[in-house]
């Protein structure tokens, strides 16, 4: 059976359930599963630097969201509301052409911030850019850009957290062989009775 199951095969997890799997929780140990048979060099350089696939997102994506961001303000300043009322009255909804102006350049920074960051290989940065410059554009209520790249920043961030575990796991920081963190040495000393 697939990752996704097959419609009315009885399978008990849900959507939900295959979508936190997915972004969220760490991979499951299981036992035909090997552990990671990296070095501590490889997996340091792993949470560092991002891998050829990651970084070609991102180079792709630095230039969409340019286009994206010139698209968004020009369209909001074509289609501003009149600054007055037909009554003579101020129009709430009206902008200042001077805030779309702002808005560009704040998008144009994130875009230009996911090119530097996928230039330089930095998974987190590149992932908060993606993620921030995602959630202003879905909050300008321009969903169909702003969702994916909501998306593919969380996948960034959570490909960051999990690198980040596995370096700490093969440090022996991580957790113990019960899945529960390990207690921190107590540094008071109490000699035996």
């Given at each position: 059976m697939s990752w996704w199951g097959h419609h009315g095969s009885g399978s008990d997890v849900?959507?939900?359930?295959?979508?936190?799997?997915?972004?969220?929780?760490?991979?499951?140990?299981?036992?035909?599963?090997?552990?990671?048979?990296?070095?501590?060099?490889?997996?340091?350089?792993?949470?560092?630097?991002?891998?050829?696939?990651?970084?070609?997102?991102g180079v792709v994506a630095a230039p969409v969201a340019a286009a994206i961001s010139f698209?968004?303000?020009?369209?909001?300043?074509?289609?501003?509301?009149?600054?007055?009322?037909?009554?003579?009255?101020?129009?709430?909804?009206?902008?200042?052409?001077?805030?779309?102006?702002?808005?560009?350049?704040?998008?144009?920074?994130?875009?230009?911030?996911?090119l530097a960051a996928a230039w330089y290989r930095r998974r987190l940065l590149l992932g908060?850019?993606?993620?921030?410059?995602?959630?202003?554009?879905?909050?300008?209520?321009?969903?169909?850009?702003?969702?994916?790249?909501?998306?593919?920043?969380?996948?960034?961030?959570?490909?960051?957290?999990?690198?980040?575990?596995?370096?700490?796991?093969?440090?022996?920081?991580?957790?113990?062989?019960?899945?529960?963190?390990?207690?921190?040495?107590?540094?008071?000393?109490?000699?035996?009775?």
């Open positions: 849900g959507w939900g359930d295959r979508l936190r799997a997915a972004f969220l929780k760490p991979a499951e140990p299981s036992e035909e599963s090997e552990p990671d048979a990296r070095s501590m060099d490889e997996l340091r350089a792993a949470e560092r630097s991002i891998d050829d696939r990651e970084r070609l997102i698209l968004i303000a020009n369209y909001s300043i074509d289609h501003d509301p009149a600054a007055y009322l037909r009554n003579g009255q101020v129009n709430p909804l009206h902008a200042s052409v001077a805030t779309y102006h702002v808005l560009e350049l704040v998008l144009l920074a994130l875009s230009l911030g996911m908060m850019a993606m993620a921030l410059y995602g959630l202003g554009v879905f909050n300008l209520h321009y969903w169909g850009f702003g969702v994916p790249f909501l998306l593919v920043g969380s996948w960034y961030l959570v490909r960051a957290y999990r690198a980040h575990q596995a370096v700490k796991v093969a440090a022996g920081q991580g957790q113990g062989a019960s899945g529960s963190p390990r207690p921190k040495a107590n540094k008071r000393y109490t000699p035996p009775a």
